[in-house]
């Protein structure tokens, strides 16, 4: 299995989109393809996040997305890994550690202080990658947020 990871290309979006949307029914959000490539192309064409993709031969079977937020404290940008995903047939293939690691060379490659991600406690998979990673398990903050539904 070839795996290759790249950056995110306008070329991409429709079948990024696709992907997303599974993505975000797997986090129970309503399915919305359209909506997605818009959200995506947004981000994209304003430069708000950095994706990367992972396929095999052409095909998109994963992704992560990194938006740029700044430590005041280190005085240096920091990246918000908010998204990881790898479609459920190629999952245990390795794909989400290469996405993992593209995402950490790309901390260094910014000279940024590094990422911060969150997952769902019950997200057992992601927390074994994440712990397998050497990534900080914080459990001396409490994370709050305000949600505003349309």
């Keep these: 299995m070839n795996i290759r990871i790249a950056n995110i290309e306008t070329s991409h979006l429709k079948e990024l989109a696709i992907i997303f949307n599974e993505y975000r029914i797997f986090y129970t959000m ?5 909506s997605t490539f818009n959200f995506l192309e947004s981000r994209l064409l304003n430069e708000e996040s950095q994706i990367f993709i992972a396929k095999i031969d052409e095909c998109i ?22 998204d990881l995903f790898v479609l459920h047939k190629y999952r245990r293939c390795g794909i989400a550690s290469l996405l993992l690691l593209k995402a950490k060379e790309f901390a260094n490659e910014t000279k940024s202080c590094g990422f911060m991600l969150e997952t769902t406690k ?10 397998a990673f050497d990534l900080s398990l914080d459990s001396s903050h409490h994370y709050y947020s305000f949600d505003i539904e349309y």
């Design 30 to 34: 309503e399915s919305d393809v359209q």
């Design 61 to 82: 079977v994963g992704f992560v997305q990194l938006y740029p937020i700044f430590s005041s404290t280190k005085l240096k940008r920091k990246w918000l890994l908010n």
């Design 122 to 131: 019950n997200n057992f998979e992601a927390n074994s990658l994440y712990t």
